[in-house]
């Protein structure tokens, strides 16, 4: 299509990330949707809804621009895993696009990261671009998806972009940046906090064998990965052996038991039935849920009704592939194990490895072309004083002709709040990162997110030696 053609070339997409955050003194607000405000563009019809707000406009000829709005929901620190799980939960459940999106660059302003990608799509026999924009800052994402096949509406949606106000998140101080925490510990622990109260109302306590996610009547268990609950299997055994392990031992009297599972790309499992709780005697409605690498999950609450008032979404009645993005907010809820950091926690030696194998053959003939490897040892060893070494080898190149760089600092560290951590020397000069604790059986694992550029990757994560 020539529309679509010049809209990527006069850079529709770059003026998302110029204007998404923009705030305009002579810009008059006229509508709000959640945590947004914004201008709706003259003659475009607009309807707002619970959870999204549409705008959209279509000409006599069939040119359409369909702007779609997303109410803000809890996220990651990570800007592009946010991006990629809206894409998936998003972008896929409306249309159906070709290939992988096309990224980007990312734009930071006031403390919000924005992540944008585009696709051509088809739907119901009608092509166009598909355009999505992540927004992450606060432990919150907001997205925003187009649908055009058109660009005769290109100065009206800068027009709104250029009108659209997102709260100011605030960087980080010398007081905590996250969730408000408290250092009473949940269990015995070498670690200050054991305890984290979110700001959305859901409180997170370690436990011996999952993290324990609190909020009203509702009660979610983070399972730590435990052996056989895990395994190549159809969804009903495995998700059976997997009740039998994690779930059965504190229950009794197990009634309507059923398991669900939905075909999409990451197969997500569901095992449900109401039991009684050895522990309080009360009977309670169950819900074992796992996806990609979600882990298992516990759902507990007093009642179906419960669960569905607090989830939107009926599990027992869940099928189809289109419905899967109902069960986004239970795969976030691994998020909740997080645990801030302390001064006293850091000792000893903390490692991240990481080894790619790529086994290369040839496209014209088929022969066998060689092995390429990569390969990363990242080591922290904290001392006394708060002192630290560190230290990063890397290994990479086609095998027999491997290249080999080891690279290493030394200083003193400091916990600049629950948060975040600075390192005095990381390569060439200091360093923070935003930096928290998840819970794993009898251990911790340490995340570390470069806090100058948090969009550019995922966290490392390093296990004590």
């Not at 309807?47 to 000829?61: C, P, Y």
């Not at 730590?224 to 009794?252: C, H």
């Not at 975040?420 to 200091?430: A, D, H, L, V, W």
């Amino acid at each position: 299509m020539p529309g679509l053609k010049a809209m990527r070339n006069r850079s529709c997409l770059g003026l998302i990330l110029t204007l998404l955050f923009s705030v305009p003194a002579s810009a008059q607000q006229s509508d709000t949707f959640d945590i947004l405000k914004f201008t709706t563009p003259k003659g475009w019809q607009k309807e707002a809804g619970k959870d999204s707000f549409q705008l959209g406009i279509e000409d006599a000829n069939g040119g359409l621009c369909l702007l779609t709005i997303y109410k803000s929901i809890p996220a990651t620190e990570n800007s592009k895993e946010n991006f990629s799980l809206a894409w998936e939960s998003l972008v896929k459940q409306l249309v159906t696009v070709k290939g992988s999106p096309q990224m980007q660059p990312s734009s930071t302003e006031n403390g919000w990261i924005a992540e944008s990608g585009f696709a051509q799509y088809e739907s119901d026999g009608k092509k166009g671009l598909v355009l999505l924009v992540t927004a992450s800052g606060g432990g919150k994402m907001v997205n925003l998806v187009g649908l055009m096949n058109t660009d005769a509406y290109q100065q009206e949606i800068a027009a709104f972009l250029d009108s659209m106000v997102l709260p100011k998140v605030e960087p980080a101080r010398s007081a905590s940046t996250g969730p408000a925490v408290r250092s009473q510990p949940a269990r015995t622990s070498n670690f200050k906090f054991s305890t984290t109260n979110f700001d959305d109302g859901w409180t997170s306590t370690e436990q011996e064998d999952w993290v324990e996610v609190v909020k009203g009547n509702i009660k979610v268990l983070i399972h730590y990965p435990k052996q056989g609950t895990i395994f190549p299997a159809d969804p009903e055994p495995l998700t059976n052996a997997a009740w039998d392990i994690l779930v059965a031992p504190r229950y009794s009297s197990l009634k309507n038991y059923r398991t669900a599972s939905i075909n999409t790309y990451e197969r997500p499992y569901l095992g449900m039935g109401y039991a009684t709780e050895k522990a309080s005697g009360k009977q309670v409605f169950v819900l074992l849920f796992r996806q990609g690498k979600s882990g298992w999950l516990e759902f507990i609450a007093p009642d179906k009704n419960s669960f569905i008032q607090q989830y939107k979404f009926d599990p027992e009645a869940i099928r189809w592939d289109s419905e899967s993005e109902l069960l986004t907010p239970l795969v976030q809820m691994v998020n909740y194990n997080k645990f801030a950091i302390a001064e006293s926690d850091f000792n000893g030696t903390w490692t991240s490895d990481f080894t790619g194998v790529q086994q290369l053959y040839s496209v014209y003939t088929g022969n066998y072309a060689g092995m390429n490897i990569n390969q990363s040892r990242e080591e922290f060893v904290f001392g006394a004083a708060s002192s630290y070494s560190w230290r990063l080898l890397v290994v990479s190149g086609m095998v027999g002709s491997t290249q080999y760089a080891n690279v290493k600092s030394a200083g003193k560290f400091n916990v600049l709040n629950n948060w975040q951590i600075n390192f005095s020397r990381i390569e060439t000069g200091p360093r923070t990162y935003n930096a928290h604790w998840s819970c794993i059986k009898g251990a911790r694992l340490l995340h570390l997110l470069d806090a100058k550029n948090p969009g550019s990757g995922i966290s490392t994560v390093f296990g004590k030696k």
